[in-house]
């Protein structure tokens, strides 16, 4: 099983970026950054791909998601942040493994 460690995130004025990582002990073909807020489901926000990059449409042009797999790194870039933002971020891999979670706060 793949482990994944996050890193990142914390408190930022709406309008402000922030990145987030995702550190892997394995590589898996497909990557995915998801988000929950206290009460409500899960959400995938973005996935990446041999075949590219996919976006939830409320983060469409604002988000970037990226991988280096040489550093097994998973990136999300997180641009023009939105209170709407606010929740606790998690990476993902296709076969099932859950980041730890990081906290971003959008808020002045």
């Known amino acids: 099983q793949v482990q994944l460690v996050q890193s990142g995130g914390g408190l930022v004025q709406p309008g402000g970026s922030l990145r987030l990582s995702c550190a892997a002990s394995g590589s898996d073909l497909i990557m995915y950054w998801y988000r929950q807020v206290p009460g409500k489901q899960r959400e995938w926000v973005a996935s990446i791909s041999a075949a590219g990059t996919r976006y939830v449409d409320s983060v469409q042009g604002r988000f970037t998601i990226s991988r280096d797999e040489a550093k097994k790194m998973l990136y999300l870039q997180m641009n023009n942040l939105k209170p709407e933002d606010t929740a606790v971020y998690y990476c993902?891999?296709?076969?099932?493994?859950w980041g730890q979670g990081t906290q971003v706060t959008v808020s002045s």
């Open positions: 993902k891999t296709s076969r099932g493994a």
